[in-house]
């Protein structure tokens, strides 16, 4: 997913897209953009973009009743 200079990876091609699109058409529209990048590991939630969040959340396993 993340890639390497020579070739980088969905996450870094998905956000160079969204922004080229935007600088694009910024005369024609306002944009606002938020980003949030999730790391989902041993039912723990960890938000990779803020770097004080040290203590991940721990997540409510659910089921679907319709199953």
Do not use: C, W
Request: aromatic share 10%.
């Amino acid at each position: 997913m993340y890639g390497d200079k020579q070739s980088p990876g969905v996450i870094f091609q998905s956000v160079q897209y969204i922004y080229e699109h935007i600088s694009a058409n910024k005369d024609k529209k306002k944009y606002e953009l938020s980003l949030t990048f999730l790391e989902i590991y041993n039912e723990e939630l960890k938000d990779l973009l803020q770097p004080d969040n040290t203590a991940p959340k721990q997540l409510k396993i659910r089921e679907d009743n319709k199953k």
